[in-house]
């Protein structure tokens, strides 16, 4: 197994244009999940799913569109890309309800500057 | 408003000793915690977790203590070593069925000092 894969691991924006940052798992979770990490802010949530056709905003969403067509990828999409969006994003995915509640799988992360 | 706190940035200890990394929280709501790892340039990975049931939870060197009343939960390594050095976030959830949404920390950078 793969595990969690995220697209592209680093790429460089300027402000105003669009871009969309893959994530795929291939554990047949249901539950996926986009957070952003910045220095002294710990990881907050930007958007989630929990299931095929599902999705919620999270802590901070604004500026961020999120869909979910297949169980296995969840695409974040950045529609008008700001410097205030310059972070490291992680794309999530559990199993939720498991044995092991809350134990989310993390992918490797895609570090966006956004000049 | 920041549900989770880890207010100590960074922590130092020497190789061999006990590390404790703390965390408080103030949502009662809140009935599961856990701790993930950090390395640079990767993503967090899962160490170790604790129900609100209880009040410790041990694996290997890591154990997880919770006191509900306080709303204070600690991980303690020991002995400490040189590969546990990276970032320590604590992450709390609330029972919401289909919801696994984790509220974290702001995370403690350890240091462990050979």
């Known amino acids: 197994n793969a595990g969690v894969t995220q697209t592209p691991k680093f790429q460089v924006l300027k402000t105003g244009q669009s871009m969309t940052l893959q994530c795929a798992q291939d554990?047949?979770?249901?539950?996926m999940s986009w957070y952003r990490q910045d220095p002294g802010m710990g990881l907050r949530l930007i958007h989630y799913s929990v299931g095929a056709g599902i999705t919620d905003q999270g802590e901070v969403p604004n500026g961020y569109n999120v869909s979910r067509s297949t169980t296995e990828d969840f695409p974040l999409r950045l529609l008008s890309a700001a410097p205030s969006q310059t972070s490291v994003y992680f794309c999530?995915?559990?199993?939720?309800?498991?044995?092991?509640?809350?134990?989310?799988?993390f992918g490797p992360g895609t570090r966006l500057l956004v000049l | 408003d920041q549900q989770v706190k880890q207010n100590s940035p960074s922590l130092s200890v020497q190789e061999g000793r006990i590390s404790i990394l703390n965390c408080d929280y103030t949502n009662s709501m809140f009935d599961y915690f856990l701790w993930y790892k950090k390395y640079p340039a990767e993503g967090p990975t899962f160490l170790i977790s604790i129900s609100s049931i209880k009040d410790k939870n041990e694996d290997g060197r890591f154990t997880v203590f919770l006191n509900k009343s306080a709303k204070h939960l600690s991980l303690h390594i020991v002995p400490s070593q040189p590969g546990d050095s990276a970032v320590y976030f604590c992450a709390a959830s609330a029972q919401d069925f289909g919801n696994e949404k984790l509220t974290f920390g702001t995370g403690t950078r350890l240091t462990i000092i050979p």
């Open positions: 999530a995915s559990t199993q939720w309800g498991g044995p092991r509640r809350g134990t989310q799988y």
């Open positions: 554990m047949n979770h249901e539950y």
